[in-house]
């Protein structure tokens, strides 16, 4: 079954860098838009960064100048690095990817990862 496979969260101190990975498992399938959501505890899942099938990225203002998101479209990957993190990171930290069109398409797929904790704590 196609899965999506995240791995890179953990405990960091304030002003620390992670890096998440996340690889699709499962599927040579290109999905156009691929990406990275977090949620606290409590709140509703908000998106993080983007990035395209054709490498246009998308970087929310929570992680602007801070986070870069990018894709081996060979590898079928995609990575997010996180720079001078601060307390307010922390979340579970989830891997999505959808393809192009609209949600009710008979041919819409959407795939989300298990998530991964990102601490980010003194």
């Known amino acids: 079954q196609v899965q999506l496979v995240e791995s890179g969260g953990g405990l960091v101190q304030p002003g620390g860098s992670l890096t998440l990975s996340c690889a699709v498992s499962?599927?040579?399938?290109?999905?156009?838009?691929m990406g990275w959501y977090r949620q606290f505890p409590g709140k509703q899942r908000e998106l993080v960064a983007t990035?395209?099938?054709?490498?246009?990225?998308d970087i929310r203002n929570s992680g602007e100048g801070r986070f870069t998101i990018s894709r081996d479209n060979a590898k079928n990957t995609l990575s997010l690095q996180m720079n001078s993190l601060k307390p307010e990171d922390t979340a579970v930290y989830y891997c999505?990817?959808?393809?192009?069109?609209?949600?009710?398409?008979?041919?819409?797929?959407?795939?989300w990862g298990q998530g991964t904790l990102v601490t980010v704590s003194s």
């Open positions: 990035v395209t099938s054709g490498g246009t990225t």
């Open positions: 499962g599927s040579s399938h290109r999905f156009y838009y």
């Open positions: 999505n990817a959808r393809t192009r069109g609209s949600t009710w398409d008979p041919n819409y797929l959407e795939l």
